[in-house]
């Protein structure tokens, strides 16, 4: 007579594909039994048939064999309660003793009568073997169901993306993170309000660090609700977006660059970063996900970049060149190249419209007069005017007043100096702001929203504001110990600037 062994059946077609996928065999089913915890070690053994023994039964048994050094082998017995068949009655109908002597044979240890009395013959076969049909009817204990793997393949699991650490991912479908999802409750009064005059910081309120090089620039974020996060640029190949306003965390590092990211500007909408590199890189990157929306080739290290005011997608790119190259992010293609007889750009300022532009340059000679600061028209490339400023100092950068028509350019001769913005962009002689000492640093100049104030960094390390239509120094904050090469002012909340240093530090104040 042959004996009958269960094997675990499946419910299609498919789930036997899968399995075979797994490189898995329909098998002997095999039930874990919980039994003799304290034992030195177990010994699995698969079902056992014996065609001799078992002559008119068919019986299936699952059991672990656990040797100890104070006791033999045990069988352990399982069944579950189901309807009654011919082949249950069957097996049910047989004795305690045949079962204990049939199954002492499949063992190679001696089973005693003593062992097996606490045992008591299961009164019918497991359901998972007698309803090989419905694997969810499987509930025997230590035994997990199978699944197919096509469901498996269908249930998603969440995620992290290696890439950006920050993005979960749950299927195909992604989490964002916090950046933009909450309004930062020390920005929320003021958004309702009317714009208040702008203020005077008088302490530090926190001390940002994690900078391992020289931050170049530091920029608050012009959208008013999201206006607590603050852009900071770094020689160390790295540029952050920081929640300044509260908490001083470091929301996301961007890393794209192979070389030190010498200038950074949000893009109007507040969702994208551009930024330049001395590894001749121009790039847009997304502030929530870190990814590069785009990555373009100048072919000479980039100093200065800046969007256009009307047209976003468009943004210019200056630096080691003669040249500077106006590209478009939808073709990523230069749409216009601007020639000039200079040595190297230090700053890009779009005037109002966007229809004309000033960019300064360093270089420095004794007919240098007509390449210190040039005025050129956006759309025809050509040179407007390059009789802005007659004297020999070199201007880093370039501030425009937010109300009037006119911008400030601060120059290495210690003083920042007001031009007319509108043509022919004559210098006023009579207005010039002084007291802070630039000394070969790229130290920055920035306007406070209303206009009334105009902020400057310094190479001894203070924070400088004056009074815009009385060029009258209001304050002065010692800020750093090194060179502080930018300060900027909160687009809401008033008294609140954020500067920066040579040796990596940003500071915010109110």
Known sequence: MSSLVAYDDSDSEDDSLDQKEEGTSASVQTVSCEQNQESAGCSDFEVMSSSASLASDQAVLGYHGCTSGRSSSLLHLYSQPQSQTDLEREYCSESKDKIARDSAAFCSLPVTQEEIAPLQAPSCIPKSFSNGSNPTKRQLSGVRPYIPKRQRLATSVETTDPKYPSVQVLGSQSKESKIFSDVSARVKPYLAEKPRAAGIPRRVLMSLGGHQGPVNTVQWCPV????????????????????????????????CHSGAVRDACWTPSGRQLLTGSFDNMAVITDVETGQQAVKLDNQFKVMCVAVHPSSPEVFLCGGYSSLVKAWDSRSAKVVKVYKAGIQQTLDILFLRGGLDFITSSDCVSRDSADRTLIAWDYQTTAKVSNQIYHERYTCPSLALHPLEESFVAQTNGNYMAVFSSQKPYKMNKRRRFEGQKVEGYAVQCEFSMDGTILASGSSTGCAHFFDYHNAYMLHTLQAHSQPCLCVSQHPILPATVATCDWTGEIKIWH
Do not use: I, Q
């Open 224 to 255: 008013p609700h999201v206006s607590h996060l603050l852009l900071s640029a770094s020689m160390d190949k790295t540029f952050k977006v920081w929640d300044g306003a509260e908490s001083g965390r470091c929301l996301r590092v961007y890393t």
